[in-house]
C-alpha cells in the first residue's frame, strides 16, 4: 500500500468514529456515514483500520444485536447496504498499489450469500497491486473452477460466513486443486479461527493477516522493494514534510546545509543519501530520522 496511508488512529479516535458511524448505520444516515469515513481516509487511515477495525466492525456489531432481537431484520438489511456504499467510496479514494503483476479471483462459496468479508480480502490485496476479479457472493463451484482454469490465476479466495457452507468449500478446493498448475487458494472468515481447511494453502478469520501470508508467500514483502522505490517513497515524504512545515526547497536546503538542486533530487528519489545529509534534513523538519525512513504516515 502507499506510504501516504498507513495511519494507524489511536484507541480513543477509532471508538469515536465506530461510535458515530454504528449510530448513523442504525439510523440510515448515509451522509454523516459518508463523512465518518472520509474524514478517515483524508486523515489517512491505513485502508485495514477503515475496512476492518471500523466498517467491518459495526456490521458485526449489528449482526450481535439483530441476533439478539434488539434490531429489526429491515435495520440490518439497510445498515449493510449502506455499508457496501462506504466501501465502494473507500475503494475509490484509495488508489490501487503498484501492480505487482499477480492475479486473484476471489468469491464467496456457492450457498453463501456474505459477500462483505471477500470484498474487504479483495480489495485490501488491489491496494498491494494484485489485478483482482471480485465474484462478490455464491458463486457455484462449476462455474468458479471453469472460470480459474480459463484464466490461470495466481491466487484463489474463498470466503465462507455460515457453518452450513463449510462442505461447500472442501468440496471447491479439491475441484480447483485438481487442475494442471492449480492456484494457492486462501480460504477466510470467522468461522476459520476453528475450522481450517486442511486442503488449503492457508486460512484465516483475519483479512490483514491472509494479505500478509500471500504477500511473503509471493516474495512481495518490502525486502523485495527496489532501492528506487524506497528513494522514491522517502523524497516524496520529504517534500510533503517540508510543504507541511511551508517551507521552499531552498529554505530547507538551507537549514539542512545542502544545495537546492541536490534537495531536489532527493525529493525526486534520484539522489541516494548519506545517514549524515538524512540527519541534517531529519533535524531542519524537526522529525527524527526513524520517522523519516518509517512506513507511519503523517508523523509529529
Ligand atoms: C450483513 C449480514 C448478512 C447479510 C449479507 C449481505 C451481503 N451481501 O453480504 C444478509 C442479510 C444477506 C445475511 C444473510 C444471512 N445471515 Co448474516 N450476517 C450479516 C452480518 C450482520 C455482517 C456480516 C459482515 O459483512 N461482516 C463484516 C465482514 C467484514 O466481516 P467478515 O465477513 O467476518 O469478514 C472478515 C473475516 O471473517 C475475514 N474474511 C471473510 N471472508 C474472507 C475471505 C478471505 C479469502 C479471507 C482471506 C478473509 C475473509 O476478513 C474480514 C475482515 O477481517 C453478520 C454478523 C457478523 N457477526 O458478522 C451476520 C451473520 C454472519 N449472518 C448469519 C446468518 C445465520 C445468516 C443467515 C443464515 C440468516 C437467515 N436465517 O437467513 C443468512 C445466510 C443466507 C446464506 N445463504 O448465506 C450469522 C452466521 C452464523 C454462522 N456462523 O453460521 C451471523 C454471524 C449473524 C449471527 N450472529 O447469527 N447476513
Same mark, same amino acid.
Given at each position: 500500500?502507499? =506510504? !501516504?496511508?498507513?495511519?494507524?488512529?489511536?484507541?480513543?479516535?477509532?471508538?469515536?468514529?465506530?461510535?458515530?458511524?454504528?449510530?448513523?448505520?442504525? !439510523?440510515?444516515? =448515509?451522509?454523516?456515514? $459518508?463523512?465518518?469515513?472520509?474524514?478517515?481516509?483524508?486523515?489517512?487511515?491505513?485502508?485495514?483500520?477503515?475496512?476492518?477495525?471500523?466498517?467491518?466492525?459495526?456490521?458485526?456489531?449489528? #449482526?450481535?444485536?439483530?441476533?439478539?432481537?434488539?434490531? +429489526?431484520? +429491515?435495520?440490518?438489511?439497510?445498515?449493510? =447496504?449502506?455499508?457496501?456504499?462506504?466501501?465502494?467510496?473507500?475503494? =475509490? +479514494?484509495?488508489?490501487?498499489?503498484?501492480?505487482?503483476?499477480?492475479?486473484? %479471483?476471489?468469491?464467496?462459496?456457492?450457498?453463501?450469500?456474505?459477500?462483505? #468479508?471477500?470484498?474487504?480480502?479483495?480489495?485490501?490485496?488491489?491496494?498491494?497491486?494484485?489485478?483482482?476479479?471480485?465474484?462478490? +457472493?455464491? /458463486?457455484? /463451484?462449476?462455474?468458479?473452477?471453469?472460470?480459474? !482454469?480459463?484464466?490461470? @490465476?495466481?491466487?484463489?479466495?474463498?470466503?465462507?460466513?455460515?457453518?452450513? *457452507?463449510? @462442505?461447500?468449500?472442501?468440496? /471447491?478446493?479439491?475441484?480447483?486443486?485438481?487442475?494442471?498448475?492449480?492456484?494457492?487458494?486462501? %480460504?477466510?472468515?470467522?468461522?476459520?479461527?476453528?475450522? @481450517?481447511?486442511?486442503?488449503?494453502? *492457508?486460512?484465516?478469520?483475519?483479512?490483514?493477516?491472509? %494479505?500478509?501470508?500471500?504477500?511473503?508467500?509471493?516474495?512481495?514483502?518490502?525486502?523485495?522493494? /527496489?532501492?528506487?522505490?524506497?528513494?522514491?517513497?522517502?523524497?516524496?515524504?520529504?517534500?510533503?514534510?517540508?510543504?507541511?512545515?511551508?517551507?521552499?526547497?531552498?529554505?530547507?536546503?538551507?537549514?539542512?546545509?545542502?544545495?537546492?538542486?541536490?534537495?531536489?533530487?532527493?525529493?525526486? #528519489?534520484?539522489?541516494?543519501?548519506?545517514?549524515?545529509?538524512?540527519?541534517?534534513? $531529519?533535524?531542519?523538519?524537526? %522529525?527524527?530520522?526513524?520517522?523519516?525512513?518509517?512506513?507511519?504516515?503523517? *508523523?509529529?
Amino acid at each position: 500500500m502507499s =506510504q !501516504e496511508y498507513s495511519v494507524k488512529p489511536k484507541k480513543n479516535e477509532l471508538s469515536k468514529t465506530r461510535g458515530g458511524l454504528l449510530h448513523a448505520l442504525i !439510523e440510515g444516515d =448515509q451522509l454523516t456515514a $459518508s463523512r465518518l469515513v472520509n474524514t478517515a481516509i483524508s486523515e489517512r487511515w491505513e485502508p485495514s483500520s477503515v475496512y476492518v477495525h471500523l466498517i467491518g466492525h459495526c456490521l458485526a456489531e449489528i #449482526g450481535a444485536r439483530w441476533h439478539a432481537g434488539d434490531l +429489526a431484520i +429491515a435495520t440490518e438489511h439497510r445498515a449493510t =447496504q449502506m455499508a457496501l456504499r462506504l466501501l465502494g467510496n473507500a475503494q =475509490q +479514494a484509495y488508489v490501487n498499489g503498484k501492480r505487482v503483476g499477480r492475479r486473484a %479471483v476471489i468469491t464467496s462459496v456457492e450457498g453463501d450469500t456474505h459477500l462483505i #468479508g471477500g470484498l474487504t480480502f479483495a480489495d485490501l490485496l488491489r491496494f498491494e497491486g494484485w489485478d483482482v476479479d471480485f465474484l462478490g +457472493a455464491d /458463486t457455484p /463451484t462449476d462455474a468458479l473452477v471453469e472460470l480459474v !482454469e480459463k484464466d490461470s @490465476p495466481d491466487l484463489v479466495g474463498l470466503s465462507v460466513t455460515v457453518e452450513k *457452507f463449510i @462442505p461447500n468449500v472442501s468440496k /471447491t478446493v479439491r475441484a480447483v486443486k485438481r487442475l494442471q498448475n492449480p492456484p494457492v487458494i486462501v %480460504v477466510g472468515g470467522e468461522l476459520m479461527a476453528n475450522n @481450517p481447511i486442511l486442503e488449503a494453502d *492457508f486460512c484465516s478469520e483475519d483479512a490483514v493477516k491472509a %494479505v500478509d501470508w500471500v504477500q511473503k508467500h509471493f516474495d512481495l514483502n518490502e525486502s523485495s522493494v /527496489t532501492l528506487e522505490v524506497l528513494l522514491s517513497d522517502l523524497g516524496e515524504r520529504i517534500r510533503r514534510l517540508r510543504k507541511d512545515r511551508g517551507l521552499s526547497q531552498q529554505g530547507l536546503a538551507s537549514q539542512a546545509n545542502v544545495d537546492r538542486s541536490y534537495l531536489s533530487a532527493v525529493e525526486n #528519489g534520484k539522489q541516494n543519501v548519506s545517514f549524515a545529509t538524512l540527519k541534517g534534513i $531529519s533535524d531542519a523538519l524537526d %522529525v527524527g530520522i526513524a520517522e523519516l525512513i518509517s512506513k507511519e504516515w503523517p *508523523f509529529g
